[in-house]
């Protein structure tokens, strides 16, 4: 059994940045792959960023060169490092993980850029 909890949304100005965190628990050896999600108000979920086991990132055209997904093994942690939001990055964002077939969700964390 594999937990996943993120944190680290909250309101920010256009331009600005914010870094989410996704803490894993359980049987994480497990794990595929781990990636980012995010789902705006009447749209459907959307995959921005993957971080594989073996450390290969991929990530969305909307968020490249804006958005880093990274990974902290000692702390069983993944981030996403959000830079230059815009308004349109308004989502509500959740973390994945994937022991294959399988998804694993956290509960979302609430990201609001707006002035």
């Known amino acids: 059994q594999v937990q996943l909890v993120e944190s680290g949304g909250g309101l920010v100005q256009p331009g600005g940045s914010l870094r989410l965190s996704c803490a894993a628990s359980?049987?994480?050896?497990?794990?595929?792959?781990m990636r980012w999600y995010r789902q705006a108000p009447g749209k459907q979920r959307d995959l921005i960023a993957t971080?594989?086991?073996?450390?290969?990132?991929n990530y969305a055209n909307s968020v490249k060169g804006r958005f880093t997904i990274s990974r902290d093994n000692a702390k069983n942690t993944v981030y996403l490092q959000m830079n230059s939001l815009k308004p349109e990055d308004t989502a509500v964002y959740y973390c994945?993980?994937?022991?294959?077939?399988?998804?694993?969700w956290g509960q979302g964390t609430q990201v609001t850029v707006s002035s």
């Open positions: 971080i594989t086991s073996g450390g290969s990132t």
């Open positions: 359980g049987d994480i050896a497990r794990i595929n792959a």
């Open positions: 994945n993980g994937l022991i294959y077939p399988v998804d694993i």
